[in-house]
């Protein structure tokens, strides 16, 4: 940094201000997480200099003796960690590892089911503005009006009607257990390939707080930065079958050199992730939102589901006279960084939205624990119910965060 702030004294203030943005506001984005100090330093090395298109022993450059050894290490580790066959680690970002898989297992036009991306599913399945509604054909379920749990009679008569190549399982904004085993079930009596994106929940999965996908689906796409609090990227993992045209997929198909400092960084959070006190991390991760979620609805807070079983709550604000994007920027005021989210049956759109999206891996990795996350959820509650309360809020935040450092608590 000392380099940087001579430099490029512009960039050095704006890496500088962002440190103390998320050192000193609580982040709430349930996408997001700190990753440690070792996964910043694999992440920042002289990795980044090195081009090695193609896979360990098979590329394209000289020089990549060492680049392979790290390839090796964190494919070796994924594969040790979700007890999967096969590991693809190349993938750039999530997004980039479905498209590989569509492309691996399906033809433009070919036909897929999965979630509604205004029910909790992502982009990549299906939105009109994504390449994945562009070039597939897509149909999606979403939740019961009642449970607002996913709705797998919905998903067994869609994929008897529609008879998708591919069903795909996993969500962006989903607060509860997905059961795969059901999913598997429905695929097979269509013969659909089942592919689960586990981007959300890699973590509490490698944790041991969510039952895997390994041994129900197909092919098993995730990224490395949310729970799993890894560096920025994507993962693949399957069974061996699958692996050379996968492979082929990710290079040459859709991506040119890996980025063999983020692929070192991952085998660092793998390393990490493989040790005992990442399962208790992600114990804590879902005992902290179970504890928001109550708080919030003893509160009179009304919540997607009514509840959670992972990290994430979803808080619907339809008979609330609030909009998700208004709430968000009230919180925002105080300190509060959470994200505007579509709620079932949405009526005001993406960009404004009728709820918001709260998650607690970040907060856990700083070391909260219930008596924190407790009086995280008065705090939301106050400034949601009031708008003038942002100015006792936010000195209460400030000081709940100098309370739990950003590098103390799981990242010590
Ligand atoms: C379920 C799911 N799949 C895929 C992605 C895409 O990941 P990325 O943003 O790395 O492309 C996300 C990201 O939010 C996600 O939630």
Redesign the pocket.
């Known amino acids: 940094m000392a380099d940087l702030v001579t430099d490029d004294p512009q960039i050095a203030g704006i890496i500088e201000k962002e440190t103390i943005r998320q050192e000193q506001g609580l982040n709430l984005i349930a996408?997001e997480n700190t990753v440690s100090p070792s996964v910043l330093a694999a992440q920042g090395s002289v990795l980044t200099n090195k081009y090695a298109e193609g896979y360990p022993s098979r590329r394209y450059y000289g020089g990549c003796e060492f680049v392979d050894q790290a390839e090796d290490l964190a494919i070796a580790r994924a594969k040790k960690l979700f007890n999967a066959p096969y590991a693809n680690v190349q993938p750039?970002?999530?997004?980039?590892?479905?498209m590989a898989v569509y492309f691996a297992l399906l033809n433009p036009g070919d036909r897929i089911l999965a979630m509604d991306l205004s029910h909790g599913?992502?982009?990549?399945?299906g939105a009109p503005a994504s390449f994945s509604g562009r070039l597939f054909e897509f149909a999606h379920y979403g939740l019961t009006r009642d449970t607002q749990t996913i709705d797998m009679d919905q998903v067994a008569t869609l994929a008897e009607t529609f008879k998708p190549r591919l069903i795909v399982a996993?969500?962006?904004?989903y607060p509860r257990i997905i059961n795969f085993q059901k999913f598997a079930d429905i695929a097979a009596s269509v013969h659909a390939l089942f592919m689960v994106?586990?981007?959300?929940i890699a973590g509490l999965v490698a944790g041991g707080v969510h039952p895997t996908p390994v041994g129900y689906a197909d092919v098993i796409?995730?990224?490395t930065?949310?729970t799993l609090r890894g560096p920025?990227?994507?993962l693949i993992l399957g069974s061996d079958d699958l692996a050379a045209k996968i492979n082929s997929q990710i290079f040459p198909g859709i991506q040119g050199g890996p980025l063999m400092h983020v692929i070192a960084a991952k085998a660092v959070a793998f390393h990490e992730a493989l040790q005992p006190g990442f399962a208790r991390y992600q114990q804590q991760v879902v005992e902290n939102a179970s504890v928001l979620a109550r708080g919030l609805m003893n509160r009179g807070y009304k919540l997607v589901s009514n509840g959670t079983d992972n990290h994430m709550v979803l808080m619907d604000l339809t008979d609330r006279g609030l909009s998700g994007k208004e709430a968000e920027e009230r919180l925002g005021r105080a300190g509060i960084t959470v994200n505007k989210n579509t709620v079932p049956n949405e009526t005001k759109g993406t960009f404004v939205t009728s709820g918001i999206r709260i998650g607690v891996p970040l907060v856990t990795s700083r070391g909260m624990k219930p008596d924190a996350v407790q009086q995280i959820a008065e705090l939301i509650c106050d400034v949601l119910d009031d708008a003038a309360a942002v100015e006792q809020v936010a000195p209460a935040v400030k000081d709940l965060c100098r309370r739990y450092p950003l590098y103390s608590g799981e990242n010590a």
């Open positions: 996408s750039h970002s999530g997004s980039q590892a479905n599913g992502h982009l990549t399945h996993g969500a962006s904004a994106d586990m981007a959300h796409t995730s990224t930065h949310k920025r990227g994507g």
